[in-house]
């Protein structure tokens, strides 16, 4: 992946470039930033501008077999560490993310390395509650792997895909390796949440912040697709929050299937939050815990933004809110109900049940609790 095949983050990416050419390669970087900044393929197109023999005007060439080798995942010198784990586990199998090396590489050729975490533990068929690790067996693989000689690059490279699902054992065997910096041995860790890792893991490596997707650039996104109009390629660039995840989920429209399943979701619980009906509460809990992970995700992102929108139309915002079809229908009735009392709570609360979700959360249970909490809300008018 080339630096230019990265959306967005002009000026950082030439200022990694630079740091290269400078010859100034930090041996451990910690790249921090949402999944849908694109922080993981930005730490791709970094080792491939590092690793490439032939670069010019700020990239990588693309073609020459560094490059091609990086683009399909399958550098020599390139190791890949991400949170994995196994359903009936065989005991005495041993399970590091070589195991999912396929795996790892389907789902990147299919979201160019735009995808949630929540995306990948579905793939990995991980049910509802399972946990994925970086195990301590997985850090003795790292040093195996970097005592060997490099192929063919100059510098080996390991990037580690979420550093904050490190066991305790794990991140103390990874700790000792960036102590000892080994030579011409780069470490990138790419986190969403570094305030997850053991302090004397950030403080022994270089921050490189990855922020939001400006507006303009994500308007472009959508323009270069062609099916959307001036006003809803700036609308959706503006609702997408920096995120390419949210903005490919605000494109794929109300016309597609999951979208309405999760509008229907959200119109259920809102209706029977105001008719305090808790026993049809508890079954819409037991419909969510019943989704996938990245389903449960997406149902919270919409309900963010169909609450946030319900805002603003009771606000007299509406010229700006960015509904259609039956969205707009129901959240125009809705408004009235959203207001300064409750929208900041409501939200928080959103934001609580999908963290709970992400630290594996029993779904039942988080979605129960979540239910009542906004029946509260709602009732209160
Ligand atoms: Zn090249």
Redesign the pocket.
Known sequence: MKFCDVIGHDDLKRRLAAQIDAGRVSHAQLFTGAAGYGTLPLALAYV?YL?????HDGD?????????QIAELAHPDLHFVFPVNKREKRSGEVITSDTFIEEWRAIWHDTRGVFSTEEWYDRLDLGKTMKGLITAKESEEIIRKLSFKSYSAEYKAMIIWLPEAMNQEAANKILKILEEPWEKTLFILVSEHPELLLQTITSRTQEVAVGRIDVETLEQVVRSRGEHSEVEARNMARLAGGSLLELHELMRGESDEARHQYFELFCRLMRLSYTDNHLELFDWADDMAALTREGQRQFFLHAVRLLRESYMLHAGLGSISYLWGEEAAFCSKFAPYIGNQNIEILVDDIERAMAQIAQNGSPRIVFTHFALAVSKQINRL
Do not use: A, T
Request: some cysteine; hydrophobic content about 5%.
């Open positions: 491939q690793f490439c023999p032939n670069r990588s060439c693309g073609e020459c077999p560094s490059c091609r």
